[in-house]
């Protein structure tokens, strides 16, 4: 088989016999042929069948430039030819990621972030700064402060350190046994919580409480760090109240516990403000970057760290700061000039902007829809190019949608012009943040198709 005979029954054949899609039953793939996407321009992707839709996926929460970004591939492509490898283990370093470390000091600058650790990816940045948290606490003598606390419902990736920490079941149970001394909060999820609290604002109040109350059970001088993403994504996209990640920050502060900010979706423009954490008005110990930082052209991350942690690691010499962690793929030569290419036109391209401005268009579109098909239980979103639709069968009881139901209609939204993503009970839209209105307006009406076919 080449790449020259794109036959589709031939590949999706071939697709169910040779490879396992990641979160995804192994024996499903027959049954239920996964999309095969052969092609992408502007905003928009191809499949084999020569189907053309806008991909409010936005690849996987990173393509937020669109498929056509000429200045990231020319990058890379000038990159490989001039230097397609070299480590930056101790020892070495190369010229592009030494730039891209300076812009990135640069761009964090008003989230008080002024050095870069690289990785190759999501998990990895993370994986980092939880290791990282517990050496740092090591080095200035608190060497008992190993646990982690985040938040019920987030996302932090798939390695152990990230499951660990991550909120959702279906990240977790199969394998289990996990990281000890990981604990959980209520998430200021509106529409379902333990206190059955609808106001936002008293939500995250109660929050905070139970933070508050989990530190003083697990004892303040064994907790290495708090991980949370700004806005949590991949759980179904819930916005805490604006008060509430400050609450977090001061309650962190003030017991000596780091604020790690799982940015993997939330920095470079998604929110609508240049990081997730400036959204808020936070300034984090570590931010943990991925995804859009190379526009998903290549797999790479960057983990920030603040002043704070420089301070203590750098100044340190007992040897105890040494770092005894990174990646064969750690500042990849490739990879950080995509990453330059890619903060260029993140900022010429004012890309927060524009996503703060679809986001408003299709939260109003989504609430639109809400007034209209009582299968929508609750709309999220209104912070820039990141909002959900919960599905339920019954608005009082809050019940499940039937499985079938869902999967019907984003096969409809697909036919009529979008491809959406389905995650449990939620709706995610994430499009590429160069979103135009016309390519907003034909999410909104694709996925109105989809509804009126299922209601
Ligand atoms: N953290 C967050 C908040 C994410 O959304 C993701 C992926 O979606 C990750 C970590 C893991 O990133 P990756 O899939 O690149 O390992």
Redo the contacts with the bound molecule.
Sequence with gaps: MTAHQPDANFLKEHNARSLWHPMAHPGDSLANPPTIVTGASGVRIKDVDGHEVVDAVGG??NVNLGFSCQPVKDAIAAQLDVLPYYSIFRGTTNDQVIQLAEELRDFFAPDGLSRAFFTS??????ETALRLARQYHKVRGEPARVKYLSLKKG????HFG?ASVNGNANFRTAYEPLLAGCHHIPAPYTYRNPFNETDPERLAQLCLAALEDEIAFQGAGTIAAFIM?PIL??GGVIPPHESFMPGVAEICRRHGILLIA?E??TAFGRTGSWSGSRHWGVQPDMM?T??AITNGYFPF?ALMLSERLVEVFEKDDTGKAAIGHGYTYSGHPVGAAAALACLAETKRLNVPENAAARGTQIFEGLQDLAARYDLIGDVRGGHGLMSALELVSDRATKAAVDKKIINRLQEVAYQNGAMVRVSGPNIILSPPLVLTEADAAQILSALDAGFAAVN
């Design positions: 996987l929460w990816g999501g998990s990895d940045s993370v996302y932090h990736g798939t990230g993403e994504g991949a799982d993997v979706i943990c991925a995804k991350g």
